[in-house]
């Protein structure tokens, strides 16, 4: 049996002369948070737009519950959840409103629409704020709110892009653990992100794109693993020596990235590293020691930074 709640093959999305997404091929398991990570432009919104039958499919194929959205784009709305980049809440009511609204707008009937206004206000540790009006909240807890409003329908899939953008790391871990724990109770999670220590905390696997296409693919552990060693050693160096002190690093590890701020040394012994570094005499400003991510995967693959 076919388990693949989304699959792609070959699906492309133009606009006029520009390739949002170059013909990319994937599939998404039930029961799996999946993850599509790049910089702004790379062509995971247009992909999500297309899964949510929001935006119409260029060229390939694309099922969503084995459903093609060309033919019954229905179907598919009445089955997932989505939470969009920007919240889009109603600011002039309350919380519990903007769940009840929600949840008429899926046709729920009021005696199953309350009980789940509550469940989820617990869920979303909002519900000392239930009666509050929205325009108030903190970005948190609009960013909480907006994720509990789209489960409101029990959807079968969950769509989330760029879910912690803007929001402070106290605000990003809390969102972070009301995720995992939809994925501990088997939600299938569709996540996009440009933040690679996101990526690595929710997702089972994902697929790096950049410029519209997919460039790998895989779990975390297993993409980190495959394109980067172990470590990595960050060399800064006093204002005016970068130029110089780069030239002298040839053989130091296998492989190194030149950025404009600092060199980047991948290894899979930083102390053997640092220790050659002391032998040939570089004067070096700071060191820092760390273990290798994704952002030192989507740099070996494209060349530049996730946020650049």
């Known amino acids: 049996m076919n388990d693949l709640l989304v699959e792609a093959r070959g699906l492309t999305k133009r606009f006029d002369d520009f390739t949002a997404v170059d013909s990319v091929d994937f599939g998404i398991k039930k029961g799996e948070a999946f993850g599509f990570l790049g910089p702004n432009g790379a062509g995971k919104t247009s992909t999500m737009k297309m899964i949510t039958t929001v935006s119409p499919i260029t060229e390939g194929d694309l099922t969503v519950f084995g459903i093609d959205p060309r033919q019954d784009s229905r179907s598919i709305r009445k089955r997932i959840g989505v939470v969009p980049q920007e919240d889009n809440l109603d600011l002039e009511l309350t919380v519990s409103e903007n769940l009840y609204i929600y949840g008429r707008y899926h046709d729920m009937k009021k005696g199953e629409i309350n009980p789940r206004i509550e469940e989820l206000l617990e869920f979303a540790q ?183």
């Open 126 to 308: 909002l519900t000392e704020r239930k009666d509050s009006e929205v325009e108030p909240l903190s970005g948190g807890m609009k960013r909480r709110l907006t994720i509990a409003r789209a489960l409101i329908n029990n959807p079968d899939l969950i769509i989330l892009d760029e879910p912690t953008t803007g929001l402070d790391p106290q605000a990003r871990h809390l969102l972070w653990d009301r995720l995992y724990r939809l994925k501990q109770q088997g939600a299938t999670l569709i996540i996009t992100t440009h933040y690679m220590d996101e990526a690595e905390q929710l997702c089972d696997r994902l697929v790096v794109m950049d410029e519209g296409r997919i460039v790998a693919e895989g779990s975390p552990r297993d993409l980190i693993a495959e394109y980067a060693p172990r470590e990595v050693v960050e060399l800064r160096f006093a204002e005016g020596q970068h130029d110089e002190a780069t030239l002298n690093l040839e053989g130091l590890a296998s492989r190194s990235e030149v950025l404009a701020d600092r060199v980047l040394l991948y290894t899979d012994d930083a102390d053997e590293t640092q220790s050659q570094l002391h032998k040939r005499g570089i004067d070096v400003e700071q060191v820092l020691v760390r273990r290798s991510t994704l952002e030192d995967v989507f740099l070996r693959l494209t060349g530049r930074r996730l946020n650049d």
